[in-house]
């Protein structure tokens, strides 16, 4: 059984992210998706090399790496749910997941990642999937993204999803001998809710994969960071993309500014654009448990109130559930539910 830690190193890594959109072939499917897999294996493959090398510099009580969102794969751009699912979503026990386990296993690091994949629970549909490999290779968290404007989540086959996984595995946290580790998906970190779900369970560390843009000026992403690290007392490691590449966007619309922020609030480490391990610092687990076990004023945790908040959350119907149970949508489907949300919450005076 290992040792519990009361201190290490974790590097949010920043890395470029090398989309497969335009990978495509006249006769589509197969060859489409070897083609895919072939572009994974590639970023696998110098993930590897840097992750060896950051170590190497950081030290070997470097145990937690996160990498940034979809960092595999891009997003989609104009793809169907189908199309996408079958040329770039991975399997729960896919060859990209074993691969990564080997990093994993190698260096004795928890690495972090988020990417989108498919369930055989529910064909047709993939989600955007954070995860979270333990030293042995094996997979000890998977979360899928709640709040996205263009993909699936749980919250749209809600009913089935309660069925298959329960509650626990929507927010899940795993407890680890680097402290209980949880995962927030990029824009997420906005979503408070989400957060303080996972901390409801003993999230110590949010690992948070993001894709964002990259600003010297605070922006609202940056400003949740810290504000999620200080009302749940817990560590933030977000790790973004050091920009996207071969998608007609600019590559470096979204770059910079990974970062590691500690439970006061402090950022500890932060680096600037490009593909960079700069954004490293100490998890100090025993000064975070120190405090979140202090009485005081700054123990936010430990002075929620929560009943006071819960029946009107119980009352309030916003973004319905179960729109995706029935039958295959398209992308339009996502800005029809959320056209007939805002007229329905403008109906009722709300907004």
């Known amino acids: 059984m290992p040792t519990n830690l009361e201190s290490f190193r974790a590097l949010a890594l920043q890395v470029t992210c090398h989309a497969v959109n335009q990978t495509s072939d006249a006769s589509g499917g197969l060859r489409l998706r070897h083609q895919a897999r072939s572009l994974m294996q590639n970023s696998i493959n110098r993930l590897a090399q840097q992750i060896a090398a950051s170590i190497a510099f950081i030290g070997f009580d470097c145990r937690l790496i996160v990498l940034p969102e979809y960092f595999l794969t891009g997003f989609p751009m104009g793809d169907t749910l189908g199309g996408w699912a079958e040329k770039a979503c991975i399997e729960m026990a896919g060859a990209e997941y074993e691969?990564?386990?080997?990093?994993?296993?190698?260096?004795?690091?928890f690495l972090a990642g988020n990417a989108y994949e498919v369930d055989p629970n529910f064909?047709?549909?993939y989600f955007q999937t954070c995860f979270i490999l333990d030293p042995?290779?094996?997979?000890?968290?998977?979360?899928?993204?709640?709040?996205?404007?263009?993909?699936?989540?749980?919250?749209d086959v809600w009913d089935k999803y309660l069925d298959c996984y329960g509650?626990?595995?929507?927010?899940?946290?795993?407890?680890t001998e680097i402290g209980n580790l949880a995962a927030l998906a990029s824009e997420e970190?906005?979503?408070?809710?989400?957060a303080r779900c996972l901390a409801m369970r003993g999230a110590e560390i949010f690992v948070h994969s993001t894709s964002e843009v990259y600003n010297k000026n605070l922006t609202p992403k940056d400003a949740a960071k810290i504000t999620r690290?200080?009302?749940n007392l817990a560590y933030v490691v977000s790790a973004n993309t050091a920009g996207i590449a071969n998608i007609a966007i600019p590559i470096a619309s979204a770059d910079g500014g990974s970062k590691i922020i500690d439970h006061r609030g402090i950022v500890l480490a932060e680096t600037g654009a490009g593909e960079s391990m700069a954004a490293f610092a100490e998890i100090d687990l025993a000064a975070l448990r120190r405090d979140r076990r202090r009485p005081g004023l700054n123990n936010l945790l430990a002075r929620?109130?929560?009943?006071?908040y819960a029946e009107s959350y119980r009352q309030s119907h916003f973004y319905p559930a179960n729109t995706m149970l029935e039958g295959e949508v398209d992308r339009k489907h996502f800005l029809q539910t959320q056209q007939a949300t805002i007229e329905r919450?403008?109906?009722?005076?709300?907004i």
């Open 304 to 308: 929620q109130r929560f009943e006071l």
């Open 123 to 125: 064909p047709g549909l």
């Open 189 to 194: 970190i906005l979503y408070p809710e989400v």
């Open 99 to 109: 691969a990564l386990g080997k990093i994993a296993q190698k260096h004795k690091i």
């Open 136 to 155: 042995s290779g094996s997979i000890v968290l998977r979360y899928r993204r709640l709040n996205s404007l263009f993909a699936p989540t749980p919250h």
């Open 229 to 231: 690290a200080v009302e």
């Open 345 to 350: 919450l403008s109906n009722l005076g709300i």
């Open 167 to 175: 509650l626990e595995g929507v927010f899940p946290v795993a407890k």
